[in-house]
């Protein structure tokens, strides 16, 4: 059996997740993912690793899919509930998807592929019928799950994750952040990030601690959760932070004083996803006493650094790498650099990824020859902890807690009748940490960017369109005919 399930069996009494006003034990969650196996394998002995896609909002339901996938030795895919069809599709195609199980919610989403041979939609209330069957023995280096993300090309990539590696993930964070079986989280975060997914909803449950719900962020009612007295923990992107922040402010004197008491009685809070602005964290310590502990990671290797739960929390750092975690800072030819000199950051250890499916050569190409994964990412070691410093390349855009690629928006917006050609950059923002803005060169004299943004609702997720436009005859470029990115900035 696999550990986390049997670490559920030790707490079978006590409340696992509350969601859409009801709270679920854990031994509700393990009955209720044994029926979604023991449906999803219709008598079989065994998924065999069969990629399993689902379309199933933050809460109970989505918790017991991707359990009884795993339980009947499938690799869950999670779908994100925001995304419009077309990128859907592509994370059904790539991943070779037979199967998808779908919230009554979103069935509408999936109408149109339910004519697509070979694909099967199932409602979930099909797999959540009580039925019981034997469930096969998952060894950890069987496949798990696949989540997709931008890296450093235009479309999506599945980076995919032995159960091994998730129990890697996990255990590293429950020991570095002192998870207990009394904690209690709210669980905010899209669920096809490994943010929500494994640091906030498994690290709950591998602790025999509480996970709540919410499906999408309200400031008020995250201040209201606070408020209870019921929280422990809690884990944000920097965006959440500055709207909290603003929601506060716009409190009475009263108000502010028991928002502010109420969350100086949480144990921890965390920030990730995206570089948390020291003016944010500053702020975040004045209303509420807590210095948000920093963390750095990525979907292909979980977490790899984080400030001290203990000790001392650097504003601006991501702190030291976490335990079992290798790091070293290599130059642009794979040799680790001098002190105090900046270098790519490149990992080792159980908690990296195992591969892009079914692309060898970019999963060639993410690892050095000895072994090291490159994460793309520049950093310094300045008085014992690490900084990150940027990314080493300008086409990803990290906004709101998303890593989001240039590349595959300009590919979208070149589809558009009146735009020639395009390019996209991430500008500053305080409160999101980068916004998008794209360069657009047409033949005509002007362009209606409301109506682009329009257009781009239809084939790109919400995030993915860009805030700032401008219109230029041509697209800066070097020698080389390649976009000057840099140039492009100051055109904004």
């Known amino acids: 059996m696999i550990e986390l399930f049997q670490k559920a069996n030790l707490h079978k009494d006590r409340p696992a997740i509350v969601s859409n006003g009801n709270t679920y034990s854990y031994e509700d969650l393990l009955v209720r993912s044994s029926a979604v196996a023991a449906n999803l394998l219709n008598k079989a002995s065994d998924l065999n690793q069969a990629r399993i896609a689902f379309l199933v909002p933050p809460s109970f339901e989505y918790t017991a899919v991707q359990w009884g996938i795993w339980a009947a030795g499938g690799i869950a895919v999670p779908l994100c509930v925001q995304h419009p069809l077309p990128s859907m599709e592509y994370v059904i195609e790539d991943s070779g998807s037979k199967v998808i199980i779908v919230h009554k919610d979103y069935q509408h989403v999936l109408q149109p592929l339910e004519s697509r041979p070979g694909l099967s939609i199932i409602p979930l209330e099909e797999v959540f019928k009580m039925n019981s069957s034997p469930l096969p023995d998952i060894d950890l280096h069987r496949r798990a799950m696949m989540l997709y993300t931008s890296g450093t090309t235009n479309k999506p990539k599945g980076v995919v994750t032995t159960h091994g590696i998730i129990q890697s993930q996990i255990t590293t964070l429950v020991e570095a952040w002192e998870w207990q079986k009394d904690d209690y989280i709210l669980n905010i975060l899209p669920l096809h990030h490994v943010h929500g997914i494994i640091n906030v909803l498994s690290c709950a449950l591998w602790s025999g601690a509480c996970c709540e719900f919410h499906a999408k962020f309200e400031a008020k009612e995250v201040w209201s959760a606070i408020l209870s007295g019921r929280m422990t923990l809690f884990m944000a992107v920097p965006t959440i932070y500055y709207k909290l922040i603003n929601y506060w402010e716009g409190k009475n004197k009263k108000d ?31 209303i509420t006493g807590h210095t948000l502990l920093e963390r750095y990671g990525m979907t292909e290797i979980g977490m790899g650094l984080s400030n001290s739960y203990r000790k001392e929390r650097r504003p601006g750092y991501v702190g030291n790498p976490l335990p079992g975690v290798e790091l070293r800072l290599a130059d642009n030819d794979n040799n680790p650099v001098d002190k105090d000199k900046p270098g790519e950051i490149q990992i080792k250890g159980p908690c990296v990824f195992k591969e892009y499916w079914q692309k060898e050569e970019a999963t060639r190409e993410a690892f050095t020859k000895d072994g090291w994964f490159r994460t793309g990412d520049i950093a ?113």
């Not at 502010?256 to 948390?276: I, N, Q, T, Y």
């Open 380 to 492: 310094i070691l300045h008085n014992g902890m690490y900084k990150i410093l940027g990314r080493d390349s300008v086409d990803i855009i990290k906004s709101g807690g998303y890593k989001i690629s240039a590349l595959e928006i300009e590919d979208v917006l070149r589809g558009h009748k009146d735009i020639k050609d395009s390019a996209v950059i991430g500008l500053e923002d305080e409160e999101w940490g980068q916004v998008v803005a794209a360069c657009l060169v047409s033949g005509q004299k002007a362009l209606d960017f409301d109506e682009i943004s329009k257009w781009l609702r239809a084939r790109l997720p919400a995030y993915k369109i860009p805030r700032k436009y401008i219109l230029q005859r041509k697209l800066p470029r070097n020698v080389l005919g390649k976009v000057t990115k840099n140039e492009l900035k100051s055109l904004f």
């Open 256 to 286: 502010r004083l028991l928002m502010s008491e109420a969350a100086s009685k949480l144990r921890l809070m965390v920030s990730g996803s995206a570089a948390l602005p020291v003016p944010v964290l500053e702020k975040w310590k004045s």
